[in-house]
């Protein structure tokens, strides 16, 4: 966890709100990736950044979910408008040698 | 589409008693099979990576194996603090690209 910082750790908002959630990493790695993590499904990849640039979004589940990374130690996740089926922990992480190291994740709970 | 499937889906185990959880996968060429531990709370944390059939990697309690068709996480004489969920995945493209399996939730009792 300590070469990814995510906040908030819980989010609780009310259906049709916006939800921002953040990711800092530590420099020097290139690669940067968005997970959701729900019971039934696992974990999902959404999104993956390549030196900052969006490579894959894929796995974004529709159009209310946007990323960013203005920066190589900044990147975001946005849900506007939010839904109850958004709930989850979503989880950013950042590629080593071959694997990948996880932040301690942001549970959403919509209501 | 690369697939994981892992077993049991929970496991609970006498403090000492040995056994193996089981990822079993199908994808269009393998590049890498990973382990991962997540505890309750955290994200995952990662174990071993391993690369071709008849590869093994161990850690401490921890010892991974793999096959043309599926791997095992082989425990030996766990202990309380091993329990967790192990998550399996693979990838058969870039390493960017993984599929994960839903994960087998271990237990040991003391």
Same mark, same amino acid.
């Given at each position: 966890?300590?070469?990814?910082?995510?906040?908030?750790?819980?989010?609780?908002?009310?259906?049709?709100?916006?939800?921002?959630?953040?990711?800092?990493?530590?420099?020097?790695?290139?690669?940067?990736?968005?997970?959701?993590?729900?019971?039934?499904?696992?974990?999902?990849?959404?999104?993956?950044?390549?030196?900052?640039?969006?490579?894959?979004?894929?796995?974004?589940?529709?159009?209310?979910?946007?990323?960013?990374?203005?920066?190589?130690?900044?990147?975001?996740?946005?849900?506007?408008?939010?839904?109850?089926?958004?709930?989850?922990?979503?989880?950013?992480?950042?590629?080593?040698?071959?694997?990948?190291?996880?932040?301690?994740?942001?549970?959403?709970?919509?209501? | 589409?690369?697939?994981?499937?892992?077993?049991?889906? *929970?496991?609970?185990?006498? @403090?000492? $008693?040995?056994?193996?959880?089981?990822?079993?996968?199908?994808? +269009?060429? #393998?590049?890498?099979?990973?382990?991962?531990?997540?505890?309750?709370?955290?994200?995952?944390?990662?174990?071993?990576?391993?690369?071709? *059939?008849?590869?093994?990697? @161990?850690? $401490?309690?921890?010892?991974?194996?793999?096959?043309?068709?599926? +791997?095992? #996480?082989?425990?030996?004489?766990?202990?309380?603090?091993?329990?967790?969920?192990?998550?399996?995945?693979?990838?058969?493209?870039?390493?960017?690209?993984?599929?994960?399996?839903?994960?087998?939730?271990?237990?040991?009792?003391?």
């Amino acid at each position: 966890d300590a070469g990814v910082i995510q906040s908030p750790r819980h989010e609780v908002t009310e259906m049709g709100q916006e939800v921002t959630l953040r990711c800092k990493p530590i420099s020097g790695h290139d690669y940067l990736f968005w997970y959701r993590q729900t019971m039934m499904r696992g974990l999902e990849l959404l999104i993956y950044f390549n030196n900052n640039v969006p490579i894959d979004d894929s796995g974004m589940p529709e159009d209310r979910f946007s990323a960013k990374m203005p920066n190589a130690s900044f990147s975001t996740l946005k849900i506007q408008p939010s839904e109850p089926r958004d709930s989850a922990v979503y989880f950013c992480a950042i590629r080593g040698y071959n694997e990948q190291f996880f932040g301690p994740g942001t549970r959403l709970t919509v209501l | 589409e690369d697939q994981v499937t892992q077993s049991p889906e *929970a496991l609970r185990l006498q @403090e000492g $008693e040995s056994s193996s959880l089981n990822c079993s996968y199908t994808v +269009s060429g #393998l590049r890498g099979l990973f382990w991962y531990r997540q505890d309750p709370g955290k994200g995952p944390e990662f174990l071993f990576t391993l690369y071709s *059939a008849g590869e093994e990697k @161990e850690k $401490e309690r921890l010892k991974a194996t793999l096959t043309k068709k599926e +791997s095992f #996480l082989h425990i030996t004489a766990p202990k309380p603090e091993d329990s967790a969920t192990y998550l399996c995945a693979v990838t058969s493209g870039g390493y960017q690209k993984v599929t994960f399996g839903t994960g087998t939730k271990l237990q040991v009792i003391p």
